[in-house]
Antibody, heavy 119, light 111 residues
Framework: EVQLVESGGGLVKPGGSLRLSCAAS????????MNWVRQAPGKGLEWVSS????????YYADSVKGRFTISGDFAKNSLYLQMNSLRAEDTAVYYC????????????WGQGTLVTVSS | QSALTQPASVSGSPGQSITMSCTGT?????????VSWYQQYPGKAPKLLIY???NRPSGVSNRFSGSKSGNTASLTISGLQAEDEADYYC???????????FGGGTKVTVL
C-alpha cells in the first residue's frame, strides 16, 4: 500500500527556518517525480516544488524560489523541504504528493503537516 | 487570485448531473492536455479524480468525467450523491516558471 507521511511542521517566527520530511512507503521514490503542495487555512491549493525521479530536475514556484529547497534521500525513501526566510504568507498545511504520470497529476498525498509562521 | 478560474459553488439534487468549469489561458489549460481534477473533504488531503483532461485513475467512479474546450476544462458529476459534497480543484501544467497552477476551488452542495 502506498503511503506518504509528512512531519516537521510547527510554529516558527518570521525569518526562521523549518525542515519538512515526507516518508514514503509502498513504492520507490526513485521511480516517481515528487512534489510539495501547500494550502493556506481556508484557501485553495498551491504547488510549491517538484523533484524528478532521478533528482536531477528541480523546480520551484516563484513564491518560494530562493528560500525553499527540495531534496530526496533515496536510501531512506524520503522527501524533504528545507524552508528558510519564512514569511507569514507561508503559513499553510504542506502536503507531499506523488506524480502519477510525470505531468504534475498527483495520485497519492500525505496527510499534511501544518506550518505556522507568526511572531 | 488563483491562476485558474472556477465558480465558487455549484449545487444539485441527488441523481442530477452537475458540471463545473475551470478557465485558464493558452499557456496552461488551452495549450496542454495536462488538466487534473481533485476532490477534497474538509480537513483531508485531496484525491485525484481526473488526469490528462479525461482519464480516471483506477478506483475512481465513472460518475466523474472530464473534458476540455479551448481554454476551459470541465468536470461533470453524474448521478449526484450526498457523498459528492466536497471541494473540487482543477490544476494544469503551465509553460512558465511556475509549472503547475490550481483553480480556487468549487464547493459542491447536494441539496
Amino acid at each position: 500500500e502506498v503511503q506518504l507521511v509528512e512531519s516537521g511542521g510547527g510554529l516558527v517566527k518570521p525569518g526562521g527556518s523549518l525542515r519538512l520530511s515526507c516518508a514514503a512507503s509502498g513504492f520507490t521514490l526513485s521511480s516517481y517525480n515528487m512534489n510539495w503542495v501547500r494550502q493556506a487555512p481556508g484557501k485553495g491549493l498551491e504547488w510549491v516544488s517538484s523533484i524528478s525521479s532521478s533528482g536531477n530536475y528541480i523546480y520551484y514556484a516563484d513564491s518560494v524560489k530562493g528560500r525553499f529547497t527540495i531534496s530526496g534521500d533515496f536510501a531512506k525513501n524520503s522527501l524533504y523541504l528545507q524552508m528558510n526566510s519564512l514569511r507569514a504568507e507561508d503559513t499553510a498545511v504542506y502536503y507531499c504528493a506523488r506524480d502519477h504520470t510525470g505531468w504534475f497529476d498527483f495520485d497519492y498525498w500525505g496527510q499534511g503537516t501544518l506550518v505556522t509562521v507568526s511572531s | 487570485q488563483s491562476a485558474l478560474t472556477q465558480p465558487a459553488s455549484v449545487s444539485g439534487s441527488p441523481g442530477q448531473s452537475i458540471t463545473m468549469s475551470c478557465t485558464g489561458t493558452s499557456s496552461d489549460v488551452g495549450g496542454y492536455n495536462h488538466v487534473s481534477w481533485y476532490q477534497q473533504y474538509p480537513g483531508k488531503a485531496p484525491k485525484l479524480l481526473i488526469y490528462a483532461v479525461s482519464n480516471r485513475p483506477s478506483g475512481v467512479s465513472n460518475r466523474f468525467s472530464g473534458s476540455k474546450s479551448g481554454n476551459t476544462a470541465s468536470l461533470t458529476i453524474s448521478g449526484l450523491q450526498a457523498e459528492d459534497e466536497a471541494d473540487y480543484y482543477c490544476s494544469s501544467y503551465r509553460s512558465t516558471s511556475t509549472l503547475v497552477v490550481f483553480g480556487g476551488g468549487t464547493k459542491v452542495t447536494v441539496l
